[in-house]
C-alpha cells in the first residue's frame, strides 16, 4: 500500500514502511537479522544492502515510517536518543559553534552537550525559551548553530511557541531543532511549524511498551538528511534490527496509546489540583497552565506526562515516590505502565547545582494506560503518607 500526507496517522503508523512480504504475502515484515549481504559480483548490491551497519530492511522500514508521521522526507534511527544527538551535533556543527537550549532541557541532554561536547569546543545558552527577547540576545551573543527546544519539557511542563523560535533562528542562520518526545508526532508534528529537524528517544512513546532502547532524528531537507546520513553509518551508532522492529511495533499503535495516554494525564491533573498538599500542578492541558492557550494551538491534546510539586517540600516529594503501587518508581516514561520520578535524583541529577536544577519539591508522572481510577485511588492512598 503507498502512502501519503494526506492520509490519517494512524493509517501512515500501520502502513508507512510496512508492505508485505511479496514471496509469501506475510503482513508484517519479516525481521531481517543479517549482518551482511550477498553481492553479484563485485559492487552488485540488491537494493544497495551491502552491510549492517550502513542498511538494514527492518531499520530502514522503521525510517520510512518515522519521516511519514513526522511529516519530513528522511529520519535515522539510533542505539539511543542521545546517540541521535550526538550524531545529529556532530554531523552539523563544528567546534567554535554554539547551542541556545532551554533551562529545563533533559539532564543527559545538557550533559551531552556541556560535559562532552563541550570538551569538543561547542559553546552553550540556557535560556527560558518563553521568553523570546531573550533567546534572540543569546542567539545573537554567539556563533550559534543550533536553537534546542523540548516541548512540553522536561519535566517542569514548559510550551514554546515553535513557529516564534523557528523564525528567530532562521533569522540568525541558525537552525531550530526540536525534542519531540513528551508529544510525540501524534500529538504535535514540528516541521509542518517551521522547525528544521526534529530529534526523539524512541524509547518512550514511540516504542510505548518500556522494552527497548532507541533514538530517531528526523528532517525534510536533503542537504541536512546527507550529513547526518553520513554520521550514522560512519560512526555507527544504529539501532538494531530486533530493537526497530520493536519500535515499529509500538509505533503502529502510538496514536491510539497516546489518546489514552491523554484522557488519563489530564484526569489525573485535575485531581491533584484540588489537594490540598499540593502547591502547584504542571500540566498544560490545565487553563491555568501559562501556556495552554499556546499547547491548544501546537498540540492536538496534552498528553500523559504531569509534574507536581508538593507544598510539604522535599520530604513530601520522597515520601510520596516510595509509597505507590501502581506508579512505579523508575526512570524513563512514555510506556503503557504508570511510572513516577523524583527528577532531582533520578533523570536530572546532572544538573544538580546548575541553573537546570529541578526543584526537589517536584514529582513527574508518567501516566499509563491504565483505568484511571486506579491511578488516582494509588494517588490518594500515596498522599496519605505524607507527614
Same mark, same amino acid.
Given at each position: 500500500?503507498?502512502?501519503?500526507?494526506?492520509?490519517?496517522?494512524?493509517?501512515?503508523?500501520?502502513?508507512?514502511?510496512?508492505?508485505?512480504?511479496?514471496?509469501?504475502?506475510?503482513? $508484517?515484515?519479516?525481521?531481517?537479522? @543479517?549482518?551482511?549481504?550477498?553481492?553479484?559480483?563485485?559492487?552488485?548490491?540488491?537494493?544497495?544492502?551491502?552491510?549492517?551497519?550502513?542498511?538494514?530492511?527492518?531499520?530502514?522500514?522503521?525510517?520510512?515510517?518515522?519521516?511519514?508521521?513526522?511529516?519530513?522526507?528522511?529520519?535515522?534511527?539510533?542505539?539511543?536518543?542521545?546517540?541521535?544527538?550526538?550524531?545529529?551535533?556532530?554531523?552539523?556543527?563544528?567546534? /567554535?559553534?554554539?547551542? $541556545?537550549?532551554?533551562? *529545563?532541557?533533559?539532564?543527559? &541532554?545538557?550533559?551531552?552537550?556541556?560535559?562532552?561536547?563541550?570538551?569538543?569546543?561547542?559553546?552553550?545558552?540556557?535560556?527560558?525559551?518563553?521568553?523570546?527577547?531573550? +533567546?534572540? #540576545?543569546? +542567539?545573537?551573543?554567539?556563533?550559534?548553530?543550533? $536553537?534546542? +527546544?523540548?516541548?512540553?519539557?522536561?519535566?517542569?511542563?514548559?510550551?514554546?511557541?515553535?513557529?516564534?523560535?523557528?523564525?528567530?533562528?532562521?533569522?540568525?542562520?541558525?537552525?531550530?531543532? =526540536?525534542?519531540?518526545?513528551?508529544?510525540?508526532?501524534?500529538?504535535?508534528?514540528?516541521?509542518?511549524? /517551521?522547525?528544521?529537524?526534529?530529534?526523539? @528517544?524512541?524509547?518512550?512513546?514511540?516504542?510505548?511498551? @518500556? *522494552? =527497548?532502547?532507541?533514538?530517531?532524528?528526523?528532517?525534510? *531537507?536533503?542537504?541536512?538528511?546527507? #550529513?547526518?546520513?553520513?554520521?550514522?553509518?560512519?560512526?555507527?551508532?544504529?539501532?538494531?534490527?530486533?530493537?526497530?522492529?520493536?519500535?515499529?511495533? /509500538?509505533? #503502529?499503535?502510538?496514536?491510539?496509546?497516546?489518546?489514552? !495516554?491523554?484522557?488519563?494525564?489530564?484526569?489525573?491533573?485535575?485531581?491533584?489540583?484540588?489537594?490540598?498538599?499540593?502547591?502547584?500542578?504542571?500540566?498544560?492541558?490545565?487553563? &491555568? !497552565?501559562?501556556?495552554?492557550?499556546?499547547?491548544?494551538?501546537?498540540?492536538?491534546?496534552?498528553?500523559?506526562?504531569?509534574?507536581?510539586?508538593?507544598?510539604?517540600?522535599?520530604?513530601?516529594?520522597?515520601?510520596?515516590?516510595?509509597?505507590?503501587?501502581?506508579?512505579?518508581?523508575?526512570?524513563?516514561?512514555?510506556?503503557?505502565?504508570?511510572?513516577?520520578?523524583?527528577?532531582?535524583?533520578?533523570?536530572?541529577?546532572?544538573?544538580?547545582?546548575?541553573?537546570?536544577?529541578?526543584?526537589?519539591?517536584?514529582?513527574?508522572?508518567?501516566? /499509563?494506560?491504565?483505568? =484511571?481510577?486506579?491511578?488516582?485511588?494509588?494517588?490518594?492512598?500515596?498522599? &496519605?503518607?505524607?507527614?
Amino acid at each position: 500500500m503507498s502512502v501519503s500526507e494526506n492520509q490519517g496517522f494512524n493509517t501512515r503508523a500501520v502502513h508507512a514502511g510496512q508492505a508485505f512480504e511479496p514471496r509469501t504475502g506475510a503482513v $508484517v515484515p519479516p525481521l531481517h537479522f @543479517s549482518s551482511t549481504y550477498a553481492q553479484d559480483g563485485i559492487g552488485g548490491l540488491r537494493d544497495g544492502y551491502e552491510y549492517g551497519r550502513g542498511g538494514n530492511p527492518t531499520r530502514d522500514a522503521l525510517q520510512e515510517q518515522l519521516a511519514a508521521l513526522e511529516l519530513g522526507t528522511h529520519a535515522y534511527s539510533f542505539s539511543s536518543g542521545l546517540a541521535a544527538e550526538d550524531s545529529l551535533i556532530r554531523a552539523l556543527a563544528r567546534p /567554535g559553534d554554539h547551542i $541556545v537550549l532551554g533551562n *529545563d532541557a533533559y539532564g543527559g &541532554t545538557y550533559r551531552l552537550i556541556s560535559r562532552v561536547l563541550g570538551d569538543w569546543g561547542i559553546g552553550n545558552s540556557p535560556v527560558d525559551m518563553a521568553d523570546l527577547d531573550s +533567546v534572540q #540576545k543569546a +542567539v545573537a551573543a554567539n556563533k550559534t548553530r543550533f $536553537v534546542w +527546544v523540548e516541548t512540553p519539557s522536561n519535566p517542569l511542563m514548559k510550551i514554546t511557541d515553535i513557529a516564534a523560535l523557528a523564525d528567530i533562528a532562521h533569522d540568525a542562520g541558525a537552525l531550530l531543532v =526540536v525534542d519531540n518526545t513528551f508529544a510525540s508526532p501524534y500529538l504535535q508534528t514540528p516541521l509542518a511549524l /517551521g522547525a528544521d529537524v526534529v530529534v526523539h @528517544s524512541t524509547t518512550k512513546y514511540i516504542g510505548g511498551h @518500556s *522494552d =527497548v532502547v532507541g533514538g530517531a532524528v528526523v528532517v525534510k *531537507d536533503a542537504e541536512l538528511a546527507e #550529513k547526518i546520513g553520513f554520521v550514522q553509518f560512519a560512526v555507527g551508532a544504529v539501532s538494531g534490527p530486533m530493537d526497530a522492529f520493536l519500535t515499529t511495533r /509500538g509505533l #503502529k499503535t502510538l496514536g491510539v496509546r497516546m489518546d489514552r !495516554h491523554s484522557l488519563n494525564g489530564q484526569a489525573v491533573a485535575e485531581w491533584l489540583l484540588e489537594r490540598p498538599e499540593v502547591e502547584a500542578v504542571l500540566y498544560p492541558g490545565l487553563p &491555568t !497552565h501559562p501556556g495552554h492557550e499556546l499547547a491548544r494551538k501546537q498540540m492536538k491534546s496534552f498528553g500523559g506526562m504531569v509534574s507536581v510539586q508538593f507544598k510539604g517540600g522535599e520530604a513530601a516529594a520522597r515520601k510520596v515516590a516510595e509509597s505507590t503501587a501502581v506508579f512505579t518508581l523508575a526512570e524513563s516514561l512514555g510506556g503503557i505502565e504508570s511510572l513516577m520520578n523524583y527528577p532531582s535524583e533520578m533523570t536530572h541529577a546532572s544538573v544538580k547545582g546548575t541553573e537546570l536544577a529541578v526543584p526537589v519539591n517536584l514529582l513527574r508522572l508518567s501516566c /499509563g494506560i491504565e483505568d =484511571v481510577e486506579d491511578l488516582i485511588a494509588d494517588l490518594e492512598k500515596a498522599f &496519605t503518607s505524607i507527614p
